[in-house]
């Protein structure tokens, strides 16, 4: 793979890894996103747009939340990302 695709294009980069690693990621309760001012302290957002595709929606999420922050409510229904309904509580 080295030689077909990368040797021609970044000819710096030797065909010998220096460090392998796994990716992981984290997964909220139930693979759900996690969206929410904390119970105990209204001033704090709880937000874990995790369980490895939350990426995909970071732009949306941080839109959602941006709104939120400023506005105090956000154009989208938040409420499925409650915790309340992932049925956890922080602490």
């Not at 929410?36 to 704090?44: F, M």
């Not at 937000?47 to 959602?64: D, L, M, Q, R, Y």
Request: with cysteine; proline share 7%; hydrophobic share 40%.
């Amino acid at each position: 793979m080295y030689q077909e695709y990368i040797a021609d294009r970044l000819p710096w980069l030797g065909p010998r890894p220096v460090r392998t690693l796994s990716c992981l990621y984290t997964n909220a309760y139930g693979n759900r996103f996690l969206i929410d001012r904390h119970p105990d302290h209204d001033a704090v957002l709880v937000v874990s747009a995790c369980s490895g595709h939350g990426f995909k929606h970071s732009p949306a999420i941080g839109e959602a939340l941006a709104q939120w922050v400023i506005d105090g409510a956000s154009e989208l229904d938040l409420s499925p990302f409650a915790l309340a309904r992932a049925g956890r509580r922080v602490s």
